[in-house]
């Protein structure tokens, strides 16, 4: 394309031209040299930047300026990098530079057969973009330039942004040397965005290198980088590019290309698009696979996890990458609070929700900023609310505890720096600044997405922070030693669970989680009104406080293992020892397999009681995040009364996804015979067995007598040939089957039976816990040692 000395085109730079074109340029030729679709442009090298410095005697005043900078006052900070802006961009271009760049300019608009072609021009810093420093948003972006005299005035305001205070902080924070970064322009074809965002091929809020996470809006990318809106975010696991989580924003705002003018505009996206799009996914399945499978070919071109900026363009729907760089926040320490305490009250107030971007917890008092010039008002260990945040926030993000914006995606500027800065951080609140008062004490627990009123942090019981010493060995807490010793298992050991008060009890016990969480005990003990009792008399509201309260401090301690709560499952003479009971709930001869369970969701004298457990459910969830907590539905007969249960679910917005499992007990034989139909409508089952062995070998579980006898008994092999119909039907659909009951701790080749057949979990009392794991892992080691020998 001609000899220059101070420009190189995309195809002449590969990932080893850093020093020469920056991290941005050097990794536009890398994508572009190994066949990625990327939009053609050039890089004024970071060599014109050093001369331009020179021919301008520009070294000695910047180096006098940065002398004197007290980094730490962001006032004085932000008043002298101005001043060494200033002195660039009032110095003049030097010619040689200037007649190539023009020329490139040219050739581009040759290239692209647009005379007068538009073009982005951005920064790309030669320590940027490195393995072990982000200097992502750090300088600056210029979108929809026209004309050569447009683009030189805007390589010379990139090289200025190398000035900026957020630039200049983060290098004094990182430890660069001011002097050794220099700064290159890439001057690139601007996409006509229709659709953009962000890729990352591993996910930056979980550390799950095996996820692709992606986030898009519509119009261009800044929207979604800078925060302006929430995008809609795609969790993708990474081998088959299956969807496992999608979440659709409201997108009220777009940036598009200004009319007629330079530069961009804010538009709202009902007006430019129409209403339809607000709400509207705006990625289709095949753009999210195509997106996918553009992220692993450049992640496996770098070996490493990438953050990658894409546009579909509007006119050629092409999909087109903009940049990729090296994640920079993956695994890192954790925020100065711990991420896994609980709250150490039991109520709790919701004051905002939003998306976990940076997870951990803070407690700290809020700071609510509405301009750039405000950041002062923040003090170390403060929460920073604001709309959104920006690159020139940095130095305050830095001081504060947390951070709570209005707008953005998990791939935010708000997002990724607190995730680099360490702090917790909650984005897309929608009314944080609006709920959250100016000097109101909170506790952001960003693991969650939630801010809670005061400080609900509890402090460590002395019991927890006892400690096992052998000599000469290290102090280890109680529940860490616990866990180091237990073994480890394929299949879940999880924990049954009835009273909520004594979680604290059990919380460090060798579990994976909770296989059946009992609703009973929160009737019995913390409700003690039958709920058709509070329907009529107006009362409902105590069911749904008091059930949300005692599932919320079990999944609040174990969190983020899986609660899986099991619905009310009183028969009709249990439920009539509640208060009122008498007055709405008949007589059975036979309540045992009477009306309990679904059968009693579905029907009109307890539908009502039955949806105030669901709203319990949902508040649990949606108001407190605990997103670990899971819906188990007993004693289900028929596939059409599970269909119509799942209607009453979905009209109280407890509808199955990927972070909501609705699983059922299957204790009754039709479940048994029907297995495959109802594996294709739930999560999982839950294998009663206890019920399931009464039902299968017609004998009362409490009857002593038959006891005795030996009737009662898991292993007959009736028992077993139903716990292995209902294993394979839902393995053979991609579902989990759990069993929860003693059989597996009372005899060993029951457990034996079980973990050959492939039971996903077993749910067992806390008394067993320990042995139980220590069972199965002698029961799986035996198998592979068999398996082993036998070939």
């Known amino acids: 394309m001609g000899t220059y000395k101070y420009i190189r085109w995309f195809s002449e730079v590969n990932r080893n031209d850093i020093p020469l074109v920056g991290g941005k340029g050097a990794n536009l030729g890398e994508l572009t040299q190994n066949g990625v679709a990327v939009p053609p442009g050039f890089c004024v090298i970071a060599g014109a930047y050093r001369d331009f410095i020179r021919i301008s005697g520009l070294n000695a005043s910047i180096e006098n300026i940065i002398r004197n900078i007290d980094f730490e006052n962001t006032d004085d900070l932000s008043e002298k990098c101005g001043e060494i802006r200033k002195l660039i961009m009032e110095a003049p271009f030097p010619k040689e530079i200037e007649k190539e760049v023009k020329k490139a300019y040219a050739q581009l608009a040759q290239k692209t057969g647009l005379e007068n072609v538009q073009v982005a021009v951005r920064s790309s810093a030669t320590a940027e973009d490195l393995p072990d420093a982000s200097f992502a948003g750090q300088q600056d972006t210029y979108l929809h330039i026209r004309g050569a005299e447009e683009v030189l005035k805007h390589v010379q305001k990139c090289w200025a942004s190398l000035w900026t205070a957020r630039a200049t902080y983060y290098r004094e924070k990182q430890d660069f040397n001011h002097f050794e970064v220099a700064l290159s322009a890439v001057v690139q074809k601007m996409v006509r965005s229709e659709k953009s965002g962000v890729l990352f091929t591993a996910n930056p809020v979980s550390n799950d290198l095996n996820q692709i996470m992606i986030n898009a809006s519509w119009g261009l990318g800044e929207a979604v980088v800078s925060g302006v809106v929430t995008p809609d975010e795609f969790i993708l696991e990474k081998d088959h590019l299956d969807v496992v989580e999608k979440t659709i924003s409201e997108k009220n705002t777009m940036i598009v290309e200004k009319d007629g003018d330079i530069g961009t505009a804010k538009v709202a996206v009902k007006d430019f698009l129409g209403p339809d799009k607000v709400k509207m996914q705006c990625l289709t399945d095949m753009e999210i696979i195509t997106l996918g499978k553009a992220g692993k070919t450049i992640e496996s071109l770098y070996n490493a996890p990438q953050d990658i900026e894409w546009a579909l363009d509007q006119d050629t729907k092409e999909l087109y990458i903009l940049q990729a760089r090296p994640i920079t926040t993956l695994a890192k320490g954790e925020s100065s609070v711990d991420q896994n305490t609980t709250p150490k009250e039991t109520k709790l107030n919701v004051l905002a929700r939003g998306l976990a971007a940076s997870p951990g917890t803070a407690v700290g008092k809020v700071i609510v900023i509405e301009d750039i010039n405000e950041i002062a008002r923040v003090k170390d260990g403060d929460i920073l609310v604001t709309g959104m945040t920006n690159p020139d926030m940095v130095p305050a993000m830095r001081k504060a505890a947390a951070v709570v914006t209005d707008e953005g995606g998990r791939t935010c500027h708000a997002a990724i720096v607190s995730r680099e800065l360490g702090i917790p951080c909650i984005v897309g609140s929608k009314n944080g600044t609006a709920v959250l008062a100016e000097g109101v004490l909170v506790t952001v627990d960003a693991t969650r997405g939630v801010v809670f009123e005061g400080n609900v942090v509890p402090e460590k019981k002395e019991a927890e922070k006892a400690t096992l010493v052998s000599p000469g060995a290290q102090a280890l807490p109680i529940e860490e030693l616990v866990h180091q010793l237990a073994p480890i298992t394929g299949t879940k050991i999880y924990m049954n669970l009835g009273e909520p008060s004594i979680i604290d009890r059990y919380k460090n016990l060798p579990f994976d989680g909770i296989g059946l969480m009992r609703t009973e005990f929160i009737f019995t003990n913390m409700v003690g009104i039958h709920p058709m009792y ?223 057949e492939g039971i996903d979990s077993m749910s067992v009392n806390p008394d067993t816990v320990a042995y139980t794991r220590k069972l199965v892992a002698g029961v799986e080691q035996r198998i592979i040692l068999n398996s082993i020998r036998n070939r």
């Open 534 to 756: 509070l329907v009529k008399t107006g009362q409902g509201k105590l069911l749904v406080d008091k059930m949300s309260e005692g599932i919320t401090t079990v999944a609040q301690a174990i969190y983020p293992r899986p609660v899986v709560v099991r619905m009310s499952d009183f028969r009709t003479n249990e439920f009539r020892g509640l208060k009122g009971g008498e007055e709405v709930e008949p007589v059975e001869n036979n309540p045992m397999i009477g009306w309990r369970g679904v059968s009693r969701y579905i029907s009109s004298e307890y539908e009502a009681g039955f949806r105030l457990e669901c709203q319990a459910m949902r508040k649990v969830r949606e108001e407190y995040g605990l997103i670990n907590v899971w819906m188990m539905l007993p004693f289900v007969r028929t596939t059409w009364e599970l269909e119509s249960v799942m209607n009453i679910l979905c009209s109280e917005g407890l509808e199955r996804s990927s972070s909501f499992k609705i699983w059922i007990m299957a204790e009754v034989p039709s479940v048994v015979f029907a297995a495959e139909e109802f594996a294709q409508m739930v999560d999982g089952f839950s294998i009663g067995s206890n019920d399931l062995t009464q039902l299968v070998m017609g004998v009362d579980r409490d009857s002593g007598i038959l006891n005795n006898m030996g009737y009662f008994d898991e292993r007959n092999i009736a028992v077993q040939r139903a716990i292995r119909t209902l294993i394979q039907a839902a393995h053979k659909h991609g579902k989990t089957c759990s069993i929860c009951g003693q059989g597996p701790s009372l005899y060993p080749d029951f457990a034996e039976f079980l973990v050959r």
